[in-house]
């Protein structure tokens, strides 16, 4: 079978005009981006407002392996499918960030015959919203430093003379908002800036990477660019010599922040291999951030198509549990169900058995023993009311044996129900026969429901996504994070959501620990204010909001050819 970037390279794409047109979109409402991909705008949701809305489905699956579980080749290959048995349908997903594009995961396309296209395109750079987002984040800490400066050279009664500013007295000790870029780089984790006499005062800072911005969380959650613009204004830069919140409206940043982000609102259409619609739209990370496409692009297409399906980053705990506490709560459109994406080779790996170890050989008895990870994950969704559909994502070293045990054993769970996916390897062909379930599911009556309210206490929602979210016993809190739980609460940000940072590769906090983990405890080692995007993050154990490069990252196998066609992209 050819590489997924010869397939792509391989395929005649439609006019990225004509994908439109099927859709329903005019052609004044599309910035055109090259010939495969265009900028909509969001006038296309005002102008279709009375229309009802799409059937949601959301796509989620099992603790994710180094093995991938090919979460978004089941989101593309369903989105393709629907349309083939006649459901007009369009997907929705995140944009690649290039951290992992250059780092360890690769691309974000999907994959083999069920990807959007061309796959190059959108793993690299798309239509700049990523590098719009990293300028406007780094804007934000430039003008926090000047202030800073300014204020600290002059005074306050002298600064406010010579700008007609009111001086906000940035405690150095207390600036927040850290540095961004969309690289892997762990020596940026922590840094120290204002070295020189002209360039203080000294103080700590650091860089996340871009897709853990809260501005990217923003223009995730936005509903058009006024909600943007507010946004951006209540962003917590830094804290006052009193303890009091300094935001990006105090500074008087937002308004150009908000500028350079003007064009980023608009999500981009793309297509599938079977030209299919497909919107990307935002990308911050399930472990870091709320892991979710835009709010935008779901409701741009819930007025275009019949069927709107979106992925969640990771594994159900990770950004279906941020999609149902977080997305849904700002949208307020609800899923008519939920797909659980898993593999053989997956539920080997969950075992606790020799974990990585030649899982595409037959062993019944690693199956049976990581089919305790999925019945987790099918609990985990259907607590919160939508109907479960459990998308089997087949691979060639797969025996009929085992699937025919694991369609067996979902039969008595939760689920609604089960089907075989080959649309890695078949397309559109291939996800038939789940597309016919998930749309079966889309019919029965949803009874969504978040986990918690918003009018619970910081403490209380904490363990109810401890105890409920992940089956821990208890939470604990570093100091810090006890000072500031105890702050968050005294300036009025209690009622907010909580998005939980940690490993993906684990229902706990410790990535080591395989398959169902329950009566762990819960370590928190810092709380920090999202006020722009609505929550607060919790960091759980060893979770960093800037990845590192491994010892053999993805970046050496790419390269240029001699027809100056990109290679060695995965």
Known sequence: MLSDINISRAHVCKP?????CQLGINDSEISLHGKNKAKVSLSVAKRLAAKADAKLVIVTAVTPTPH????????????????????????CI????????????????????????????????????????????????????????????????????????????????????????????????????????????????????????????ILALSKDLKDLRQRIGRLVLALDTHANPITAEDIGVAGAMTVIMRDAIEPTLMQTLSGD???????????????????????????????????????SDMGFEKFSNIKVRESGYKPSAAVVVVTLRALKANSGIESDIEVDKPDMARLAAGFANLQWHINNVHQYGAPVV???????????????WLKAQVATTNAFGCAISDAFA????????LAKVVHA?????????????????????????????????????????????????????????????????????DASVKGVPHGFEMPINEFRLNAGAGFITALVGKVMTMPGLGVKPGYLNIDIDADDEIMGLA
């Open 16 to 20: 990225i005009t004509e994908i439109a």
């Open 68 to 91: 991938g579980e090919g979460k978004t080749v089941t989101t593309i290959g369903l989105t393709q499918a629907m349309n083939a048995i006649g459901v007009k349908t369009c997907g």
């Open 94 to 217: 995140r944009q690649p960030s290039m951290g992992p594009v250059f780092g360890i995961k690769g691309g974000a396309a999907g994959g083999g015959y069920a990807q959007v296209v061309p796959m190059e395109e959108l793993n690299l750079h798309l239509t700049g919203d990523i590098h719009a987002v990293s300028s406007a984040h780094n804007l934000a800490a430039a003008a926090l430093d000047a202030r800073l400066f300014h204020e600290t050279r002059l005074g306050a009664a002298e600064f406010t003379k010579e700008s007609g500013l009111k001086a906000v007295n940035i405690d150095p000790d207390n600036i927040l908002w850290r540095r961004a870029v969309d690289h892997n780089e762990r020596s940026l984790r922590q840094i120290e800036v204002g070295y020189g006499a002209v360039n203080g005062p000294v103080h700590r800072s650091g860089f996340d990477i871009t897709a853990a911005s809260e501005l990217m969380a």
């Open 277 to 315: 619609p497909c919107f990307i739209h935002a990308g911050p990370f399930a472990n870091i951030a709320h892991g979710n496409s835009s709010i935008i692009a779901d409701n741009i297409a819930a007025k275009l198509a019949d069927v709107v399906v979106t992925e969640a980053g990771f594994g």
């Open 390 to 404: 459990v998308a089997i994502n087949r691979f060639p070293t797969d025996t009929a044996e085992e699937l025919d």
């Open 426 to 433: 078949n397309g559109a062909e291939g996800a038939t026969e």
């Open 441 to 509: 599911a889309t019919k029965c009556e949803s009874e969504f429901n978040c986990l918690y309210k918003t009018t619970d206490t910081l403490q209380s929602k904490l363990m109810t996504l401890a105890e409920v979210g992940y089956g821990a016993a208890s939470v604990s809190l570093s100091e810090k994070a006890k000072q500031q739980l105890t702050w968050l609460q005294l300036n009025g940000y209690s009622e907010l959501p909580l998005c939980i940072a940690k490993t993906p590769m684990s229902i706990s906090h």
